[in-house]
C-alpha cells in the first residue's frame, strides 16, 4: 500500500469510520462507482433502479425468497430475458456470478427470482457512498461514518473493484505495479524523443485503469482495517 494512504480512513473512538479525501480521490471513487452502477442498472426495473438504503436490500431479497409463487408475471420474464441476454458481459458476470456453480438452469432461474433485489442491494450501496462522497467534497474536513454505513463502503468500493479488474483481465500472477512502471518509463522516453508525441489512448486508458484499481483496492484494505479495529 503506498505510504500516506492510510491517513484516508481512520476510526474514532467513538466506533464512527472517518474518510477523509480529498477531491481528487473523491472524484476518482466517484467514477469508478458511478461506471458500476451503470452496469448494474443497465435493465434493472425502475422501481429498483433507484435501490434502498442501509440494509434495506437484504429485507427486500427475504421478502422476494419468501414469495417465489408469485414472480411469473410478464414484467417479471421480460426482465429475465434481458438479465440471461447479459451474461454474456464478463463485468456484469463477476459482479452477479452465478449462485450454483453445476447448475446452469438452477443459476438462471435463482437469476430470475432475485436478480433485481442483489442488483437492488449492491446499488443501495453505491448511492449510499456517492452521497457521502457528495457531502465529502462540500465540506471542510473528513466525513464520520458509523460502522452500518460504512459497510456500503465496502459493498461499493469491492463491486467496482471487481468491475474494473474484469476490464483489465487481472489475473493472479499479475503485477499491475510493475506494467504501469513500464508505461510511465516508456512515456518519458517518448517524450524525450519528440516532446508532442502522444501515447495510445488504449495503452492510457489501461495505465489509468491500472492506477485508479490499485488506488481502490488500497482504500478498501483501510475500511477492511478500519472496522476490524
Known sequence: MPAGFRALVRRRRDGRVV???????AGVV???LEQTRAVLVDDLGPERAGGPVD????????????RLGDVADEDSARRSIAQESLRGDPVLRRLLPDAYMDDAPG??????????????HKVAAIDSVLADLD??????????????????WLTALND????????????????LAAELDVYEQQLVADQEVDAGATEPDEQALRAYRIAVYDFLSALLDMVVR???R
Open 135 to 152: 457531502l465529502l467534497r462540500r465540506q471542510d474536513g473528513g466525513l464520520a461514518v458509523p460502522p452500518e454505513r460504512a459497510q456500503s
Open 107 to 120: 443459476s438462471a432461474e435463482f437469476r430470475r427470482l432475485s436478480g433485481d433485489s442483489v442488483r437492488g
Open 226 to 228: 478500519a472496522l476490524d
Open 55 to 66: 440494509g434495506a436490500g437484504a429485507d427486500e431479497f427475504d421478502a422476494i425468497v419468501a
Open 30 to 32: 466517484a467514477e469508478a
Open 19 to 25: 474518510f477523509d479525501l480529498d477531491l481528487v480521490h
Open 160 to 175: 467496482a473493484r471487481l468491475a474494473l479488474g474484469t476490464l483489465l483481465a487481472v489475473g493472479e500472477d499479475d503485477d
